[in-house]
């Protein structure tokens, strides 16, 4: 078996073992993959695979792509949390090949699986690939759109380094292809990454027409062939309504803030710094003096790398709407540029510099302290409730039954090991050791987290109400929240498609004619506007989540 075979078996293998098992371990997560598997569910039941529906009303915030991936998982699998988080563990397989392909065919082997390893091992891509939400598809698409991009570039400047079988303009199409399908997946935002990519470039070669007006045009034109098919066929289908609330929205979501998503202006430095360690440590480093790399090819995929990463960064720091995931495109050029780094340590071009196992200690040590003192906590939630004094929901929610045994806290003492041993390995120029030490030792320290601490940490969060919403399965009746937002009762209470559009109103549901029970969810603190119904009743209450039920009046003969 070739190198190349053995190297992709073996990522394959180490994908499937941290991505596949455990992914319906905890209940799915409001908002975002909630809403996301609910409007999924919506699809296999509506049958209409053009449209987005939510509580079974259409939804234009999203278009379809990601969605027809989940409702093709939950066709085969069922309706579940496995199925929703399904389509990323198999984008994380996925993307573990690809930038192992890319990394040996512009550097070679060794590169390939210092990237893959960098991927694999850092903490946000890790965590992405067992979720469900819509952005490690969307990245993929736009990684890949402005590497075709990139491959047409060195094609036609016929770049040494690299050996490029196809023609310049399939690469070119491809890219434009692969962005349209970015575009499918979230938005246009896609588009105007790789094109502020490409505008920087244009700038850095001082304004040199590096290509073709019409080279762009036909990337562009490929890029919105794969949109306008979805725009022409809802449009003809449904009248251009949608498409134009689709747009409208996408606009809205740049120039105001977003659902409440409000944040300091370097919010993202800070997600990008800790979510994505321990490769973000050495990703650092690149960006300070180091030997120019080897060829002219790795040299400006360097380049186009840290043009993806400032124009994300950048981008979304502007924007105001501060979400976690809108920074999670510059996964890519971050663990490119620590795998660069690596190699460059590996190669002896560089050397180990006291603040980079500084870096590691400092920034692993977050999760270290955050590792062992959760369990504590939860072992003594009295010391919380004093914090939390003004927070009523917050301190009902440290009544939920959550089991800490306090062994969780042994993974915090084990990653603590894994940087101890990694830069004990590093410093004797042992690197093998201290690659495969720090990123397969964090890869399993979240793994092991997930299970362990997050799972525990659902428990106080929303546990409680989402069991009430599967008690609800079957029955026939109504369930709102009031007093938050949420879409676990639609997804978890699997609400059949509405036969009585008065539902949609909480009026007609608080004090209408109702045509079948009602349940009501709400949370401590918020549930004195229920005061002036005397037909709505309180049946329960769990972890700071109040239960009520209004019933059908009794007519009288």
């Known amino acids: 078996m070739s190198e190349k075979r053995t190297h992709i078996l073996l990522l394959i293998l180490l994908g499937g073992i941290f991505y596949l098992p455990f992914l319906g371990g905890v209940h799915l997560f409001d908002w975002d993959e909630i809403n996301f598997a609910e409007i999924s569910r919506e699809m296999l039941i509506l049958k209409d695979y053009l449209r987005v529906y939510i509580n079974f009303e259409p939804f ?26 399904l389509p990323n563990a198999i984008n994380g397989i996925l993307s573990l090949v690809l930038i192992y392909l890319i990394g040996r065919k512009v550097y070679h082997a060794r590169f390939g699986l210092l990237w893959a390893g960098a991927w694999l091992g850092s903490v946000l891509p890790f965590l992405y690939a067992k979720s469900g939400i819509i952005d490690p598809w969307f990245n993929t698409f736009i990684f890949l759109g402005l590497y075709g991009f990139i ?18 303009w399939w690469y070119l199409i491809a890219g434009g292809l692969a962005i ?7 938005g246009p935002v896609a588009f105007l990454i790789a094109a502020l990519c490409i505008g920087v470039y244009w700038v850095m070669q001082r304004f040199r027409w590096f290509t073709h007006p019409g080279h762009w045009t036909l990337y562009t034109l490929a ?75 790795r040299q400006d995929l360097k380049t186009w790398m840290k043009i993806l990463f400032w124009v994300v960064l950048i981008l979304f720091t502007i924007v105001r709407s501060k979400i976690v995931h809108y920074s999670s495109m510059c996964y890519f050029p971050m663990t490119y540029l620590a795998a660069v780094v ?47 004094a003004a927070d009523p929901f917050g301190v009902a929610n440290l009544d939920a039954d959550v089991q800490w045994t306090g062994w969780e806290a042994l993974v915090s003492l084990c990653l603590l090991a894994v940087l101890v041993s990694s830069i004990y390995a590093f410093k004797r120029k042992d690197n093998r050791s201290g690659v495969i030490i720090l990123f397969l030792g964090t890869a399993i320290f979240v793994f092991v987290t997930l299970i362990d601490v997050i799972r525990n940490i659902e428990g106080y969060s929303q546990r409680a109400a989402i069991e009430f919403y599967e008690a609800r399965q079957g029955e026939d009746c109504y369930v709102q929240p009031v007093g938050f937002k949420s879409y676990a009762h ?35 603190g918020k549930e004195d506007r229920f005061e002036a119904f005397p037909d709505i009743r309180e049946i329960g209450r769990k972890n700071g989540f109040i239960f009520l039920k209004r019933d059908m009046p009794v007519l009288s003969e």
């Open 342 to 388: 690596l190699n460059q340590l590996w190669e002896g071009r560089l050397r180990w510099r006291g603040w980079l196992p500084a870096g590691l200690i400092g920034v692993g040590g977050l999760f270290i302290l955050a590792t062992l003192v959760l369990p504590w906590l939860g072992q003594h939630p009295e010391l919380l409730r004093p914090v939390l």
């Open 180 to 186: 349209g399908l970015g575009i499918l997946t979230k």
């Open 151 to 168: 491959l047409f570039y060195w094609k036609k400047e016929s770049t040494s380094g690299i050996s490029l079988n196809r023609s310049g």
């Open 223 to 297: 890029a919105a062939a794969v949109m306008l098919i979805w725009y022409g066929l809802e449009t003809m289908k449904n009248g251009p309504w949608f498409i134009l609330e689709f747009n409208t929205y996408q606009y809205r979501l740049f120039s105001t803030p977003d659902a409440g998503h409000k944040g300091f202006p370097g919010y993202h430095f800070a997600v990008l710094l800790i979510g994505v360690f321990p490769a973000s440590i050495f990703a650092v480093r690149s960006f300070f003096q180091m030997h120019p790399e080897d060829t002219a090819v």
């Open 60 to 85: 234009w915030e999203k278009p379809p792509f990601f969605f027809w991936l989940q409702a093709g998982c939950m066709s085969l699998f069922g309706v579940g949390e496995y199925a929703a988080r």
């Open 490 to 524: 639609l997804f978890y209470t699997r609400k059949s498609p509405v036969t009585n559009n008065l539902s949609y109103d909480q009026n007609w549901l608080l004090s209408g004619a109702i045509d079948k029970p009602v349940y009501f969810v709400t949370r401590v």
